[in-house]
């Protein structure tokens, strides 16, 4: 089991360049969620998909789109990057229910300049 | 709105016993999870409450008072590899989905 997947794990874009960051799962899971995480900041919700077929906006998803291509994989594109996207991306999927455990992939460690 | 209260830092000794806090205020609260992250990875779940009272697993212990919206990870027999980063996270029902709102973290050092 590789559990949660990222690639590419580093990225540098200029500013206007679009790009898609790619997560897979293989531990069946229904629900799969994309952060953030900023110096000082936490981790902030992208987007997130409760099942196959669903996406939803989290906390901060404006300059983001997102596609659950599968069961397996949940996608992120920057559709025009700006520098305030600089940030490392963590994709994470649990069953459904109330503990809500997540599984975390390594990341992704984006700079936009 | 939603928010998590928790320290930024703390330093404590190899061997010691420290205590994290954690409060927290929002609506649709289902439960307190606990996060670790080292340094360079990524977040692993520890603990989650749902019922108020203390849970336990090995050397961590987590606790929760749903009517003080106060949680805290204790972290019992200090070892160099427990220095990361430590996130409350409020497990949060709105909709049809429960999500996570995290905390900024407590960097925990462990010293020698």
């Known amino acids: 089991n590789a559990g949660v997947t990222q690639t590419p794990k580093f990225q540098v874009l200029k500013t206007g360049q679009s790009m898609t960051l790619q997560c897979a799962q293989d531990?069946?899971?229904?629900?799969m969620y994309w952060y953030r995480q900023d110096p000082g900041m936490g981790l902030r919700l992208i987007y997130y998909?409760?099942?196959?077929?669903?996406?939803d906006k989290g906390e901060v998803p404006n300059g983001y789109n997102v596609s659950r291509l599968n069961k397996r994989e949940f996608s992120l594109r920057l559709e025009s990057a700006a520098p305030s996207q600089t940030s490392v991306y963590f994709c994470?999927?649990?069953?459904?229910?109330?503990?809500?455990?997540?599984?975390f992939g390594p990341g992704t460690r984006l700079t936009v300049t | 709105g939603q928010s998590l209260e928790q320290p930024s830092e703390v330093t404590a000794v190899e061997g010691a016993i420290v205590q994290i806090n954690c409060t927290y205020q929002t609506s649709g609260f289902y439960g307190l999870s606990w996060y670790q992250q080292h340094d360079g990875g990524a977040p692993t779940f520890l603990s989650y409450?749902?019922?108020?009272g203390l849970e336990e697993t090995g050397r961590f212990s987590s606790f929760l008072s749903r009517s003080d919206s106060y949680g805290y990870l204790l972290l019992q027999e200090l070892q160099m590899k427990d220095s990361a980063s430590y996130f409350c996270a409020v497990v949060n029902y709105g909709g049809s989905q429960g999500n996570l709102i995290f905390g900024k973290g407590t960097k925990l050092s462990v010293k020698p």
């Open positions: 998909s409760a099942s196959e077929g669903t996406t």
């Open positions: 994470a999927s649990s069953f459904s229910g109330r503990k809500n455990e997540q599984y």
């Open positions: 409450n749902g019922l108020d």
């Open positions: 531990m069946n899971h229904n629900s």
